[in-house]
């Protein structure tokens, strides 16, 4: 079975929008998924500067309560955070977050041992218990996401 696109939206300042995606394993039912969102929307909410605006896997996911009402002042999408994470594959897998909060960005560098920011790769490498059961991300060939391997703040358009 193909794997999923779980796929969020982000709103900064300016009211432009960009998208956060990750793939998760296509043998996850919609109320799993669903799930997984529920813990992960949050710890994104909590290391992002814009606001989260919905959360689609082809069809749209309703999001958890207790996230920002408005993006963060001066918070803009073409500013985030360039993730790569090892895998089983030769080849890294990237993860751009758009509106990466400047609290979690030090020098140009992403502070990964803070407490949010640890928590949101956490749930990329170690994946997310939902009823019982823990999922993890995969790449785009089905492996795991065992690792992160680099990480940068990024400026896209």
């Not at 009402?69 to 985030?80: C, I, K, N």
Request: proline share 5%; hydrophobic share 40%.
């Amino acid at each position: 079975m193909a794997d999923t696109l779980l796929s969020v939206g982000i709103l900064d300042d300016k009211g432009s929008s960009k998208r956060a995606n990750i793939f998760l394993p296509g043998t996850m039912t919609l109320a799993q998924i669903q799930g997984w969102s529920d813990v992960y929307v949050p710890l994104l909410d909590a290391v992002d500067d814009g606001k989260i605006s919905d959360a689609q896997v082809t069809f749209g996911l309703t999001l958890p309560g207790g996230l920002k009402g408005s993006p963060v002042a001066d918070s803009t999408v073409r500013r985030g955070a360039d993730f790569t994470f090892l895998n089983a594959s030769r080849y890294k897998w990237p993860a751009y977050i758009p509106a990466w909060s400047l609290t979690y960005i030090i020098a140009g560098e992403i502070d990964v041992v803070s407490t949010p920011v640890s928590d949101f790769l956490s749930a990329y490498t170690a994946g997310l218990v939902v009823g019982g059961t823990t999922y993890q991300p995969v790449n785009g060939f089905s492996f795991d996401l065992t690792a992160l391997s680099k990480s940068k703040e990024a400026f896209r358009k």
